[in-house]
């Protein structure tokens, strides 16, 4: 990695001259154990937004709110002194975080930041406070220095990230006019190492189902009845098999109908990040890769749609044998989805494909259980290009344009219901540990970070404001 | 169901007089709540088994002993004053029940025996304090009239019948020469309705396995990966897909290799207690049967071989979505198992040919849990012919042999280490409710059971004593 590259924007000087302090900062907020997926944590969640208000207030944020939901609130803020000839940057982040226990393996304190070996350990360092801290971090840079920054910016801080952002979709619609802004940026995402950062611009939508097989009224006794009676185990297994063809794709009729064929050029942005076999064993310790044999490893991860099985229960599972024929069985499943196919339809067609083939001899049920939608966001327009621009003089290398292979349902809901173009760019790495022990930021990432931040303000600068219309067009 | 035939039998007269008070005395077994499935109640073992053997020595046997196990106590006792020109005939049943609860759905208290309408209701009352005690009273009956019994009799009644008699076979082999017997009889089965009694020849064996697969060492994010790894519940679903063929048959190679078919006769005989479709999908409400259509429903459940699945299990099965590719998965499966297969054979039968259909990309394990042998025993022989002349006399109807669908590992136990014919002689009802809420057994079955009984002592009493090599060699 090269050193830090010299500069005369005075922004960039200070958040070197201050970093110790920003992250002396970002502590006090790793400190606050703001889980929003335990009850039990909802006050501390309600701290943290009241931290990052204050802290928001104390740059120099206006119109600083914590904004109640029917879970936890919502922080905004903003800063319009660039006035309306210059862009205005919506900055995503969530400030809520997973569980976290010193008995999971951590080495030190989940809620203790410690750093050592030139990184922060601490739930919640990587995802997302400490992405989402870098924003701040830059925007102080520019308060503290010049007295502005390049952009009107708007902080709109979310604490239901991590149980699916149940309330996010409503308080976008409700709060469209607080929100306008020409683009967002959402660092909440990682690359494989330093040198290579990445910029995401897909993101793999999703369609949650369950399925319930019924047989028999009740469990029957596989000596009275075995041989005679479909055993709702055997139906579920029988039509689960029938999901995927033999070259590792998905059976279900129409399924691929809608994907976005990926372009020559796509595939070789995505080879940039190849992933090799041995990698893949490596990571996941699995004996063999599998998947469509057509597309590369990081393709199939990111670019093509997946249908897994998340769990399947039938019958006796505990110790011992129980000889019975079990009255009924279950499985979660779950689709991947990329541009542009659409959660419901793929539902719909799942949910039929499976009702044609179950066999009359039991019952089948598909149910929906939640969506949501992929995000394909074109990687030529400016705001990304911008982007590109940021991490190659601040960063100090090329970025990557990527495609993640998970969802965060706030991307597309900005993207579909605000006509903005997002810009996901990561600060993380791929085995920083989110959701994990022991999750950790590098120090030297969160601090180059700060600074592609301060930079990308400047590039963002540059990019001549559209027109909504034009905006809504060109998306 | 023809009225009680006139008979001259001092002894069946005595039942007759005595009924009520035979009741009363079950009663106070059926009292006792000898649950062997849960540790807290093996006091209460205990107590039924203390219970039988004084109520065997104030009938008159001899050499009653509560004779310990690794588990729960065998009751023995015998009476061999007919002398050693006439046959033994071993008693086998089994005093230990499964739980019961009022919460599951008696309309009384399980465990305080209720008589009505005709009925009487009580956990155990059927399987088997109810049709083992038939044979107690039987005994009385010639005890209490002639002052001895037609044969010599050797009560063993065991106290782990529905845990699986994990100590049964070593007793057994220890016990050979205290149990040494000419056949043995067992009450502990059931007919379809009253007026067709069954006697069951053949039961069927079982070999229970669990097959666990493995793939990534830890959960994957299914976003993360999802694409290109083998989601090790997919790859459980396509091993169990492929263990039927499409006419509903084992499709493991060898599986029926040692199956003995099916005479014209016997199929014949079997017919006698036919399934229809109809029946079957009133009794088990399933939309539809299912099974190998080159054979009725009644064979098979009874005279063919099975492999079901017990139980599914992977990943994520609580409420909602949790979207990953699971670590592993487990599946619990059994083979029903009919002469002359042998269950360890079809174990490595199993396990050989899922291990040859588990692809590379995941790693499979088939582990064997128990296996019980499956029992066929020539019905042309004078003790079950015996049985026959019993039921027609005393019961008032003329049996079918039947063959059982289940396993009772005791009787090709028996069969097996001692070499001599076991006759399964049920007094209950198939719909009695046996392991289920309010489980019963009909007054009037319980009553003819008795005489019925009686009148097999005769019929045994008139078999020329086998020599122990001749018996060991026609069997």
Not at 401 to 407: A, E, H, I, K, W
Request: overall charge negative; glycine content about 8%; proline content about 7%.
């Amino acid at each position: 990695m090269a050193p830090l590259v010299p500069s005369n924007n005075t922004a960039r000087q200070y958040s070197r001259t201050h970093a110790e302090r920003f992250r002396h900062d970002l502590h006090e907020l790793l400190r606050i154990p703001s889980i929003s997926t335990d009850p039990a944590y909802a006050g501390e969640v309600q701290r943290a937004a009241a931290w990052l208000a204050e802290h928001l207030r104390n740059l120099g944020a206006a119109n600083v709110q914590v904004l109640p939901t029917a879970g936890h609130p919502i922080v905004y803020g903003e800063w319009l002194g660039a006035g309306a000839k210059r862009p205005t940057l919506l900055i995503y982040g969530h400030y809520d975080v997973v569980p976290a226990a010193s008995e999971d393996g951590w080495d030190t304190p989940p809620f203790e930041p410690t750093e050592r070996d030139g990184q922060i350990y601490a739930r919640g360092a990587c995802d997302d406070k400490g992405q989402m801290f870098v924003h701040f971090k830059a925007f102080e840079s520019y308060m503290k220095t010049n007295g502005e920054a390049p952009v009107n910016l708007k902080f709109f801080l979310e604490g239901e990230e991590e149980i699916g952002s149940p309330n996010l979709a409503p308080f976008l619609r409700a709060h469209l006019d607080m929100l306008n802004a020409d683009l967002c940026v959402i660092s909440d995402s990682t690359m494989r190492v330093i040198e290579e950062p990445v910029i995401l611009h897909s993101l793999r939508g999703m369609a949650n189902m369950e399925i319930h097989i019924q047989g028999p009224s009740d469990d029957l006794h596989s000596g009275l009845w075995g041989g005679a009676v479909h055993n709702p185990a055997l139906a579920l297994v029988e039509i689960l098999s029938r999901l995927h063809t033999p070259d590792h794709s998905v059976a279900v009729p129409g399924f691929y109908d809608d994907v976005v064929p990926l372009t020559p050029v796509e595939r070789e942005e995505l080879a940039k990040s190849a992933i090799t076999d041995e990698q893949l064993r490596q990571t996941t310790h699995i004996p063999a890769t599998w998947g469509e044999a057509a597309y590369s490893i990081r393709e199939r991860v990111s670019a093509r749609p997946t249908l897994e099985i998340n769990g399947l229960l039938s019958g006796w599972t505990g110790a011992g044998p129980k000889t019975i024929i079990p009255a009924k069985s279950m499985a979660k499943i779950s689709c991947r989805l990329v541009g542009n196919q659409n959660p419901e339809k793929i539902y719909r067609q799942v949910k039929q494909y499976i009702e044609s083939i179950t066999p009359t001899s039991v019952t089948v049920q598909v149910q929906l259980l939640n969506t949501s939608e992929p995000a394909l966001i074109d990687y030529t327009i400016p705001e990304m290009q911008a982007a590109a621009r940021a991490y190659e003089r601040a960063w100090g290398a090329k970025p990557i344009f990527g495609r993640g292979g998970g969802s965060i349902p706030v991307v597309a809901e900005i993207f579909n219901l605000m006509r903005i173009p997002v810009v996901m760019m990561g600060y993380g790495l791929d085995d920083d540990g989110f959701h994990g022990a022991n999750e950790h930021l590098s120090i030297e990432m969160f601090h180059r970070g700060i600074e592609t931040a301060i930079v990308y303000l400047e590039e963002v600068a540059q990019i001549p404001r559209r027109s909504d219309t034009t905006a809504k067009a060109t998306v």
